[in-house]
């Protein structure tokens, strides 16, 4: 029996549910997996029951300075074998021979890269699944934007928004072998009734870092809470800025109206937003190393749970939220009018339970984890 195998730079990172759900019940019992780490604190926070080959310099691979790249390049124009890609490693080759895969899903576009050789050599069907920050920061550097030309040889590249899948037809990835698969969620049995309560509860669920703007998220719910005393904010998440969040809440006095969560497991997130009453992201492009969103998961979770989404015009964002009609979409930066449309859905209980009705029939129809395992299964069956 061909089975498949799953490429990952990592192993139970708490951020990656997408990858644990292709781990863990895309195809089980025919699943193996090839991972970089599984070490906490990043990893760990997970496993799956299924053969693993742990490849530790898989991660040191992807992270050489330029001069090093550059280096090994040049060493495999002249002829000599070099070890930016797994073609040589006889133990992996033997693990994908032992297990009979002839498929192979690579998470991310950047790690996916190091395993064309060797997928090509075994005869191996290699789709290569972008995420986010690999087809944004990578696009910068032009080592990797030639690197992605090899995706031309593979069976082809999974992405997750029709706006991701332009960036990969400018980059010069053939347009037949671009396949747009929208991540999916689980979806609740039913939209959980909210009662009339004596405050208005947001919602915000993300590492803080650069491209998900915690500061400007902190500004804009700032502003209208000064204008509806009711809103209260609780924000899940850590990260490297997470102090500058400690920081921005004392400065402006915001200690009874925010509360910090750190990182919690799915589990907890998914309770607090049954608790809640709008869900808010202020998702922006980092303006250092150009890094971006894909599709973000907490959106759609949000809107299965029957949330209405204050967020902000990037990238696949506004595919899955529909301006004014599942929440609403602004310009990234707009502290201003986003205050005002979190305050406009603060004061109109009946518009949030509109616009939370209207997210969920969005998440039923195009979102869910059946119709993206679906879609997967399709494509890989296909080939095994």
């Keep these: 029996m061909k089975n498949l195998a799953i490429f990952s730079p990592n192993l139970g990172a708490i951020s990656e549910s997408f990858i644990k759900r292709h781990m863990q019940e895309l195809l089980p019992g025919r699943s193996v997996i090839v991972a970089g780490s599984d070490k906490p604190p990043y990893c760990g926070h997970w496993d799956v029951d299924a053969p693993k080959f742990m490849l530790p310099e898989l991660d040191g691979q992807l992270n050489l300075d330029r001069k090093k790249k550059l280096y090994k390049v040049a060493l495999g124009m002249v002829g000599i074998k070099q070890r930016s890609n797994f073609l040589y490693n006889s133990a992996l080759q033997g693990f994908l021979k032992d297990h009979n895969v ?10 996916s890269t190091t395993i064309i050789d060797l997928a090509s050599k075994l005869n191996i069907k290699l789709f290569a699944h972008a995420h986010g920050y690999d087809i944004s920061v990578k696009l910068r550097e032009k080592f990797w934007r030639r690197e992605y030309q090899n995706f031309n040889r593979t069976a082809g590249v999974i992405t997750m928004s029709q706006y991701s899948k332009q960036l990969l037809i400018d980059l010069g990835i053939k347009e037949h072998l671009i396949h747009i698969i929208p991540y999916g969620v689980y979806l609740p049995e039913a939209i959980k009734a909210r009662q009339e309560n004596a405050t208005v509860k947001c919602l915000a669920v993300g590492r803080m870092v650069p491209k998900k703007a915690p500061v400007l998220l902190l500004e804009a719910f700032a502003k209208a809470a000064k204008e509806n005393p009711k809103l209260t904010l609780d924000y899940v998440g850590s990260g490297e800025l997470f102090q500058s969040a400690v920081d921005y809440i004392k400065e402006h006095q915001l200690e009874d109206k925010v509360s910090l969560h750190k990182s919690l497991p799915n589990e907890e997130v998914h309770k607090r937003m049954l608790e809640a009453d709008i869900f808010i992201q202020h998702s922006i492009t980092c303006p250092l190393t150009g890094d971006q969103e894909g599709l973000p998961v907490a959106i759609l979770e949000a809107m299965a749970h029957g949330l209405p989404v204050v967020s902000t015009r990037h990238a696949g964002i506004p595919e899955s939220v529909s301006d004014t009609v599942s929440g609403f979409i602004v310009n990234e930066k707009d502290t201003s009018s986003m205050g005002q ?43 095994l």
């Design 102 to 111: 002839s498929v192979l899903l690579g998470e991310y576009l950047d790690v």
């Design 341 to 383: 449309k979190i305050l406009e859905l603060s004061k109109d209980k009946s518009l949030r339970e509109t616009m939370g009705k209207e997210g969920r029939k969005i998440v039923e129809a195009k979102f869910t984890w059946e119709i993206e395992k679906k879609s997967l299964l399709k494509l890989i069956e296909a080939n």
